[in-house]
Every structure is written in C-alpha cells, then in structure tokens.
C-alpha cells in the first residue's frame, strides 16, 4: 500500500500530521476492487476533493465556515480539518494491503474527533469497520448487501454478511433497502436491524446506548458510531453517478433528517463513510456537488 497526497484538499484542509489537534480528518479508499459491476467508484475522491476545494478558496479564513441557506446557520466554523491523501491499493499484494486498512484507520482516527472515509465501492466499509471499539454501524443504503459468504474477502454485495461473522458485538443498523432480490432475503443475525422508520432507528440507537453506557460515573464511554452511506441510497434523479442506481430512492432532505437522527441518537460518532460516488471521468460537477454538499451537513451533523 502506498500513499498518494494531492494538491487538492478536502475543504481546502491542512496536510495531516501525528500531532495535530484536528477536528476532522479526510482519507480517501479510491478502489473498486470489491465491485461484481462495471464501477467508477474509484474516481469518488478525486471528484470530491476537486469540488470542496473550490469551496474553500486560498486565503480564506475558515474560522467562518460555510453558512447554510437552507438551515440558515452557519456549518462547520472554526474547523480544524486534516487531508490524510489516499491508500492507494497494489493489486498484485492486494489481500495484505487490505488487511492494513484498519491499522491505518485506527490511526488516523486516535488523532481526530470524526475520521471522513471516501471511498470507493461498497466492500471497502468492511475493512473500515474492523476496529474493536466499533460497537455500533448505522448503514444507509438502497441494497441489503448481505448476500451469502463467497471467499477470502467480501465484495459490495455481502459484505454486511462478513461483518456479521467477524464482528459479532457489532450492532448493525440497516435503513433505506428498496432493492428487488430473488427469493426471500436472508434473516438477519442478532446484531442486525432493518429500520423500517427514523423512528425504529432512533429506538434502537436509544436502546444500544443504554445497553453500551459507562457501568460507573465518570467511566468511559464503550465504543463509537460509525455512519456509513452507499450515495445510491438517494434516487437517482438527484444522485445517477453511482454503480447501481436503484428507483424511488430518498430525496437529499430526507437523507440529511436520517443523518442528523442518527448522529443524534448514536453519539459519540467517531467515522462517517461515504461509498459507491462514481463519477465518469467527463461528468460535470454538478453529482459531486451534491455529494460534497451532503458530506459537509453530514460532517456538520456529527461533530454537533
């Protein structure tokens, strides 16, 4: 595995350092190695830090942040956001390469209050959520992803299945399925809730954090949220540069009242991951726009 930095930052963020004191820190995963479809997964992070870098023009002063005109508030002033750069994968050493991932992670996130995961196609969440102190994994997402154990490694359509097997204290909270699949699904496991409301979402995350508070006063915490979000959870009207655009999907107002319901109810939230943004190489910037967009209310979201 090597690292790539580019002159285009997240945001315009600094370049990370060990001993930053850093609000958010931005990895990117551009690979779509764990895709069964033709994917352009991998042009996701470029894309995104293409645009948020324009949003964030030199020499201005991010203490300001960004003033939201839907919200009308301001969002995320103040800001102390490191780029990491990518983990570039090396195909011919890929199993040991992806095993690294979550050591990587692990570092990155010790140094920051929210880790930023873009991917990349759907199968890299698996390795972003290998970490001991994961207890809880909300996973936006119009398919189930939990297709039977085929392999070594998971692709983007089982990899829920995977993660069930090797990380049985995670509780995994599923909202936003509307694919069509043959024959009946498979149950999910004990750790595994299909949220068929916010409402059913936020009860179990309310559950899971009294199940996961401190035995004693002043104790920490057990473990972190991650909010994870394949972009083709939204409908394809508003969001078509994914892999496996699906109909009838979530408005963008709609996803951010989950977002924000999610963060609310699961704190602390430690990592956000957005998969599956897979501009071609001509688009206009336009899907990356809105990408970008969601990306900064979620971030937003999150660290409130």
């Not at 473990?223 to 496996?244: E, F």
Request: overall charge negative; hydrophobic content about 45%.
């Amino acid at each position: 595995m090597r690292i790539k930095h580019s002159a285009r930052r997240f945001l315009g963020g600094e370049p990370w350092s060990a001993d930053g004191d850093w609000d958010v820190v931005v990895v990117g995963l551009p690979s779509d190695v764990g895709s069964r479809a033709p994917s352009l997964a991998r042009n996701g992070p470029a894309r995104l830090r293409r645009v948020t870098a324009a949003l964030a023009p030199a020499g201005r002063d991010r203490a300001d942040g960004w003033y939201d005109l839907a919200a009308r508030r301001s969002i995320l002033a103040g800001l102390r956001l490191a780029d990491f750069g990518d983990l570039i994968l090396d195909p011919l050493d890929l199993g040991s390469d992806l095993k690294q991932i979550p050591a990587v992670l692990r570092e990155l996130r010790q140094s920051c209050r929210l880790l930023v995961v873009l991917g990349g196609d759907d199968s890299l969440s698996y390795w972003s959520c290998r970490d001991a102190e994961l207890r809880r994994l909300v996973h936006l997402d119009a398919h189930e992803d939990a297709a039977a154990l085929t392999g070594e490694y998971p692709h983007h359509g089982n990899f829920i299945s995977y993660l069930e097997r090797d990380e049985p204290e995670l509780a995994i909270l599923q909202y936003g399925q509307r694919d069509l699949v043959p024959g009946p699904p498979r149950l999910p496991g004990r750790n595994r809730v299909a949220c068929a409301s916010i409402d059913v979402l936020c009860e179990t995350l309310d559950a899971l954090a009294a199940r996961d508070a401190p035995a004693a006063t002043g104790a920490r915490e057990v473990g972190y949220t991650a909010l994870s979000v394949d972009i083709d959870v939204l409908d394809p009207h508003i969001m078509p540069a994914v892999t496996n655009p699906l109909p009838d999907g979530l408005g963008l107002g709609e996803l951010m009242a989950v977002i924000e319901a999610a963060a609310a109810h699961g704190r602390p939230v430690r990592q956000f991951m957005l998969t599956e943004f897979a501009p071609a190489d001509t688009a206009g910037i336009a899907d990356a726009a809105t990408a970008a967009h969601l990306l900064m209310r979620s971030i937003d979201a999150c660290l409130r």
